[in-house]
Structures are given as C-alpha cells and as structure tokens.
C-alpha cells in the first residue's frame, strides 16, 4: 500500500510537528529514531518534496508540509474519535480530554486544576491549549485538533448545542499605578482619557473596549496615544510599570496588585459591563462520561475561586 494512503505514516508525520521533533516523537511511539525517520522519508518521497526544511534546527514545516498537516491532522483527530467509540470510550474514565482556555488563566488558573484533576483520575490524559477564538470556533485549535472543553467568558449567544455550566460573573477594573497617576493626573471621567494612554488588549478572543459604563450613561474612550498588547499579562505588567491605563482589566487579574498598591483603581464608578464565566463541552464531546466529569468538576472549582473573589472584593460588584 503506498505510504500516502497510509494513516500511520501520517500519524507518525503529525507526532513529528507536535511532538517538535523526531526524537521526541519517539518517544510517543516507543520506536527507534531510524524507524520515525524511515517513515517520514517514504513520505516524502511519494509526494517528490519535502516536507520538513533541514537547513534548520529545529527542523522547521515547508509551506507543502503545512498544508499537509492542516488537512491531515483533523482527518487523524476524526479517525481516532471514530476508534475510541467503537471501542466503548464513552463510558470509561480514561482517555484524552483537551481543553482550551483563554492565555491569561491558563498557568495560575487552569493548570493547578489540572493536575488535582489527574491525581484523582491518573487514566485521563488533559491537554491545554491556549484559546484561538469565540465559542463555537474555539472548539477548534489552530493546528485543526479538537478541542472538547473550554473555559472562559459566554459569548452574548451561546449556541444550542453548547453545554455549558455558569461559574459566576467577572467585573473588569480600569486600573493604572500610583506612578502613572503621579506624573499624569488621575482621570476621573472617560473625556479626561484625551490627555492619557491607554494600554488596550487586543486578542483573538476578545477586542479593545471601546466606551465605558456608569449607571445608564455610556461614553466612548478617546486616547492621547495607545499601547496594544495581546494578552491580559502583557497589560498587567506593562499597567504596573507605569505605562498607562488599562481601562478592563479582569478583577482576576489585578486583585492583588490592588490590594498590595502596585496598581489602584481610575475613572471610579466607570466599568466595562461584565461578563458571565462558564466552562463549556461540545455536543459530541459531552457523549463522554469523562468529559461530563470533568467538566461538572472543573465548573465547581470555578465557582469556588470566583465566589472567593466576590467576597474579598465586593466593591467591585
């Protein structure tokens, strides 16, 4: 059988690019080194091109083996989903589980949860992934894997064949340092935002705030100059030194700062509307016993951080 029609060598093509490489996607395999590469040359020798460029090191994907791996690694995902329910996976604590999260939570938040998970079921194997897009793209790595659970914010429609399990409510803060306000002045409405800088997220789950909330009053935030970052650290640290002002930063995320002084609260009384926190399975992934017990497990654990926020920050809400 020709090596292009043979969902191994492809498997063992696509461990190569996740793993990082072919000594690391050996040890996946349990084979030798000449046995992985053995099988990657076939490859590339039916196809007539390469699909690794070794002039570097890494070895890095051709724009050919880019392709192939965005076309093949969702039919190997396919296939193995299709082998774990023909053999009963359904009902079995064991097994894959691959959850996305939005990159901010991910280190503090998630993986800590993540490993209590694992000690108390050792047989399931938890993937995390950084979260690329809004529910229902989300459930969709870039390299095209499945993704079964996502924790994050609700989009304002959450689709029907969603299941999702509310965790409890985020408020964002604008916050800057003591420093910033000391040389700029402290902004106590959204027109006062035309003499200051704004240290604005921009991510592919989340855009820039453009307006600000009081009671029934809305008004859009006009800037001196910007500072766009992409994740919600990156506006974090650059906040605390004294960059600028973070007009919605995730209580999560500046609680601490605030209460130890390193950032303080602006534009009093003003917030981004908040947003509703929930940890969510696909359709097809929540035909899985584990996937329902994670899911019920890691929605409980979230409750419990997010009512501890609320009770030590109940100004905020």
């Known amino acids: 059988m020709s090596r292009l029609n043979d969902l191994d060598a492809w498997k063992v093509f696509c461990e190569i690019v996740s793993a990082g490489g072919i000594n690391a996607a050996c040890d996946k395999f349990g084979v030798e080194p000449s ?4 099988t990657l040359k076939a490859l590339e020798t039916e196809i007539g091109s390469p699909l690794f460029s070794r002039g570097s090191r890494p070895a890095a994907l051709t724009e050919l083996g880019r392709r192939a791996y965005a076309k093949v690694a969702p039919i190997l995902s396919a296939q193995d989903a299709f082998v774990a329910e023909l053999k009963g996976d359904r009902d079995r604590l064991a097994g894959v589980i691959r959850v996305a999260s939005h990159a901010g939570i ?8 993540l ?43 959450i689709p029907a064949n969603v299941v999702r399990r509310h965790c409890g409510v985020m408020p964002f803060i604008a916050c800057a340092s003591p420093l910033y306000v000391r040389r700029h002045g402290m902004p106590l409405e959204p027109k006062d935002l035309r003499l200051h800088t704004g240290i604005l997220v921009n991510s592919p789950t989340r855009n820039s705030t453009t307006s600000l909330r009081r009671g029934d009053r809305e008004e859009k935030l006009h800037w001196k100059q910007r500072m766009v970052v992409h994740n919600l650290m990156s506006a974090q640290r650059a906040a605390a030194m004294g960059g600028g002002i973070v007009p919605d930063l995730p209580l999560y995320h500046c609680a601490l700062l605030l209460k130890s002084k390193l950032l303080i609260q602006v534009l009093p009384g003003w917030q981004r509307e908040p947003l509703d926190c929930y940890v969510f399975a696909s359709e097809e ?11 019920e497990w890691m929605a409980e654990r979230e409750r419990e951080t997010l009512n501890e926020l609320r009770e030590k920050h109940s100004e905020f809400y």
């Not at 991910?106 to 949860?113: A, W």
């Not at 209590?116 to 992934?129: K, R, S, W």
């Not at 870039?142 to 659970?149: L, N, Q, R």
């Open 35 to 38: 046995t992985v590469s053995r």
């Open 106 to 113: 991910g280190p503090n938040e998630i993986i800590p949860k």
């Open 115 to 157: 490993v209590e998970f694992q000690m108390t079921y050792p047989e399931i194997q938890l993937e995390l992934y950084e979260l690329s897009a809004p529910i229902p793209a989300g459930f969709t790595s870039p390299e095209g894997e499945a993704i079964d659970v996502i924790v994050g914010y609700g989009p304002e429609k």
């Open 285 to 295: 992934a929540w035909e899985r016993r584990r996937v329902q017990v994670f899911v």
